[in-house]
């Protein structure tokens, strides 16, 4: 876990430099657009894996045709998902009011390809308890994606695009990784015992996750849908800022605990001790974190942000 936290805590870093720089190079309808679309995107993503790399991670006997499967599926989701996305992105531009919408969602859909190439070599991985070369991996993709590639093309014009760009840099680089340093076997297999058997675990994930989405996200579709671009952007930097103690917590938490309770599953004793310590130490964590957050908020939006978007705070 301690790998997995100080990474965590460099990515956090990474992410506050680069909102630093682009915070300034891009105004709030740029970052409000772009909220919007990996609204969209997230949204989505939940249907790409159908719960496909939790099924591998947590499955008490592991095959070679559960890799093969799950592998299958992953890029034949991530292909349909991309493809319905694309279809439908001027659709969604219009119910979200958003008419520049569509372009940026149907680029952005490359992400899905990127993910589900990579979902199976991901979740090996953490079923291998890799839990420090993930976190270097995460790392670096994200640091070439918006701390390196976002903020120069935003200094060159490419507005929202620059958002785009390093989104897309970041994962196809994460995919590359991923792929090269956990291999797996690739040879495309469909069959129906162990689809059933990844799907039966994923399934009852899937809905969480809708659930999940649901209560993080049904806020900024309100905000984005009947307030604006601009005012989604305001509300999108705003939320990031306040949520970051939470997020990096709660990601150190999820990447670290669920491989390694997915190794002690048939003890429930011992899985209720890990589960009330985990959320005993996320909130003794968090909540301290997050007074402080609010309570120099306004000299933190000013020194991160700029004075440019007081509305922030």
């Not at 070599?121 to 701390?147: H, I, K, P, S, T």
Request: positive net charge; aromatic residues 8%.
């Amino acid at each position: 876990m301690f790998w997995t936290a100080l990474s965590m805590g460099a990515l956090a870093v990474a992410e506050l430099v680069a909102l630093l720089v682009l915070a300034r190079l891009l105004s709030p309808n740029e970052f409000g657009l772009y909220s919007a679309a990996l609204i969209v995107i997230k949204f989505s993503a939940i249907f790409q894996g159908l719960g496909i790399s939790p099924a591998i991670v947590q499955r008490p006997v592991l095959e070679e045709r559960h890799l093969r499967v799950g592998f299958t599926l992953s890029c034949l989701l991530g292909l349909v998902v991309s493809a319905l996305v694309w279809a439908m992105a001027p659709a969604i531009g219009g119910l979200l009011r958003l008419s520049d919408l569509a372009p940026i969602v149907r680029a952005i859909c490359f992400v899905f390809l990127f993910q589900g190439a990579s979902m199976v070599a991901l979740a090996a991985a953490q079923r291998a308890l890799r839990f420090r070369w993930l976190a270097l991996v995460d790392a670096c993709a994200f640091a070439a994606g918006y701390v390196v590639a976002g903020p120069v093309l935003a200094w060159l014009g490419f507005g929202i695009w620059a958002l785009v760009g390093a989104l897309l840099i970041q994962q196809f680089i994460r995919m590359v990784v991923l792929l090269a340093g956990q291999p797996h076997p690739m040879l495309p297999l469909l069959e129906r015992r162990a689809t059933v058997e990844l799907l039966y675990f994923g399934s009852g994930f899937t809905i969480a996750r809708i659930c999940n989405y649901l209560a993080t996200q049904a806020d900024r579709l309100v905000v984005g849908r009947w307030l604006g671009a601009d005012a989604l952007g305001l509300y999108g930097l705003s939320s990031q800022l306040m949520t970051t103690p939470a997020v990096i917590v709660g990601q150190v938490l999820d990447r670290v605990l669920f491989p390694t309770m997915a190794l002690v599953q048939e003890q429930p004793a011992r899985l209720a001790r890990a589960y009330r310590s985990a959320v005993a130490g996320c909130a003794l964590l968090v909540l301290p974190a997050s007074v402080v957050v609010a309570i120099v908020a306004p000299e933190l939006v000013a020194v991160i942000l700029g004075r440019g978007v007081v509305g922030v705070v």
